[in-house]
């Protein structure tokens, strides 16, 4: 069946970059948009954005000028970097796969197990 | 920015019992509405999308209804199984938005 594994460093000082690969097994990653979404401990879910395999991107406004999501069609991953973070940024971060119909009208149907990010020095 | 707002945050229910959670968009979204269940340490797993059609291998026991900007997560008959906390998330527009989560407690 169709899997998504998150990795990354669990650590990142404050002011770098946070970069993060989802890795998905199972199916081909040019069938489907991915996307990023966060969540803050014991908070709630922010979706941080998506990416075709063409390398179509759409992001949250509010993170815009900080994030770049990249795929690598080769090794069936996509990933996420997150520049110049803080603590507010310390979350786990989950990769998902967006299903539904018709063309942008998206939902998660698959979530990778999440991978916490502590942003500390 | 759509806002998603769910009541209540907090749910005390017992083994047994019918529990309704409320999902309000702060603007129309048509029937673009999907619930999660999360467990402490877990990632969300889909239930129900397009307002109230359920997910493959989810139990009969949830149910959705709504459209606009009031929609409604109902679980029959709650088990222990159950206990955890449910999230809305509107993709009607982006950026996508989720509820705040209503946790589901045993009373």
């Known amino acids: 069946q169709v899997q998504l594994q998150e990795s990354g460093p669990g650590l990142v000082k404050p002011s770098e970059t946070l970069s993060l690969t989802c890795t998905v097994s199972g199916d081909s990653i040019s069938t489907y948009f991915w996307s990023w979404i966060r969540q803050p401990p014991g908070k709630g879910l922010e979706w941080i954005g998506y990416?075709?395999?063409?390398?179509?991107?759409n992001y949250n406004p509010s993170l815009k000028s900080r994030v770049t999501i990249s795929v690598d069609t080769s090794k069936n991953q996509f990933s996420l970097q997150l520049s110049s973070v803080t603590a507010a940024d310390t979350a786990v971060y989950y990769c998902a796969r967006d299903v539904g119909l018709p063309a942008h009208r998206w939902y998660f149907d698959l979530w990778g197990r999440g991978s916490l990010v502590t942003v500390s020095s | 920015d759509i806002q998603m707002t769910q009541s209540p945050s907090t749910l005390s229910a017992s083994v047994g019992d019918r529990v309704t959670i409320t999902c309000r968009a702060s603007q129309s979204i048509s029937s673009w509405l999907a619930w999660y269940q999360q467990k402490p340490g877990k990632a969300p797993k889909l239930l129900i999308y397009k307002a109230s059609s359920l997910e493959s291998g989810v139990p009969s026991k949830f149910s959705g209804s709504g459209s606009g900007t009031e929609f409604t997560l109902t679980i029959s008959s709650l088990q222990p199984d159950d206990f955890a906390t449910y999230y809305c998330q509107q993709y009607n527009s982006y950026p996508r938005t989720f509820g705040q989560g209503t946790k589901v407690e045993i009373k």
């Open positions: 990416i075709y395999y063409s390398g179509n991107t």
